[in-house]
Each structure stands twice: as C-alpha cells, then as structure tokens.
C-alpha cells in the first residue's frame, strides 16, 4: 500500500468517523430551556466542532493502525472479504 493509499483511505475514514461522532455529547437548548427565540427547541445550545473534530482525529488513527495492521501485518484485503461470508447455494 503506498503512501498515496493510505492518505486516501485516512480521508475516507475520517469524514466517516465524523458523521458517526457528530451527535454525541450535543446538548440542545430545550436541554437548558433557554430557547432563543425564531429557532428550534432542538438546536445545539452551542458549537462543539472542535471536540468533535478532535474525537474524529483520534478515532480515525486507531482505525486506521487496526486497518493497516490487518492489511499489512495480517496481509488480508479487500479481495478476502467473500472468503469470510457464508456461501449461499
């Protein structure tokens, strides 16, 4: 796997790890009921990318040094998948 690759695949999973992190830990402002008038109850009280970019970050490293740890250390690939499901007659 070249570096190219690997770059790549750190993107791919990065922007995947940051739509699964990005509900966690949101506070809405019904939670404070303190509503601001002209929005949803449901809006977040405030900002949070910077934690959630942060997680993200740090996510994404371990599974990417479990990624290239299985690829590279384990040598399985993307072609070894169908070997791992059941075969279906």
Partial sequence: MTWISIIAMYFVF???TLFAILPFGVKTQDDDNNV???TEASAPRGPHMLRAVLWTT???AVLMGAFYGVTL???YSF???PLFLPKID
């Fill in 14 to 16: 990065w922007w995947l």
């Fill in 36 to 38: 601001t008038m002209g």
């Fill in 58 to 60: 740090v996510v994404t």
């Fill in 73 to 75: 250390g384990l040598g």
């Fill in 79 to 81: 072609n070894d998948l």
